[in-house]
């Protein structure tokens, strides 16, 4: 299994709080990804990053922020948590942004704010 | 509209049978095809590419049409272990040449075997 790590597996927050999900690789991969999955939705992307303080919005992004210090660390904020981020959220990682190469996905992180 | 239409399901086959997934992707610029499989409660993990000449790997069968933007997966002689969420994944780069690509994800279709 590829290395990468989410942290924490559970949590359960109060509405508006602030929430850091942590998403380790050990792989080097150039490329981190978080999405989270809720049902009749499947998975949907909030950011992304190609590297290095490299990062890009995506589809549902709005509430969340990224940072990305080093290439094996890919931090995701809830910077006010709300009812509806209620859901759980997988990191994933690849070597060439998905082009014909595997993503790798983290174990994901059940988050329930109350 | 969604990047990735899946028919959501669920199908509920008897072991042995053969079952056939379908998938349309919206951008004609889209560049790489995957289906991944997800137990549940689990992360979805990489089950096969779907590559332009269609590819097999054992019992199971891709294939793309790129001129319809449709996408097929076929499981031959289901197994009790098949049953998962399968996921259609297409790759949209950001611009033609580059490598910086994003994966759109399907809603998934459940599968169900049963003995």
Redesign the interface.
Known sequence: DAGITQSPRHKVTETGTPVTLRCHQTENHR?M?W?RQDP??????IH?S?GVKDTDK?EVSDGYSVSRSKTEDFLLTLESATSSQTSVY?C?I?D?????T??F????TRLTVV | RKEVEQDPGPFNVPEGATVAFNCTYSNSASQSFFWYRQDCRKEPKLLMSVYSSGNEDGRFTAQLNRASQYISLLIRDSKLSDSATYLCVVNLLADRGSTLGRLYFGRGTQLTVWP
């Not at chain 1, 009749?40 to 992307?45: E, P, Q, S, V, Y």
């Not at chain 1, 996905?105 to 994901?108: P, S």
């Open positions: 490329y990804y999405y009749g939705h499947g998975l949907r992307l992304y190609y995506g997988f994933a690849s060439l942004g998905g082009w014909y595997e993503a996905f983290g174990q994901g």
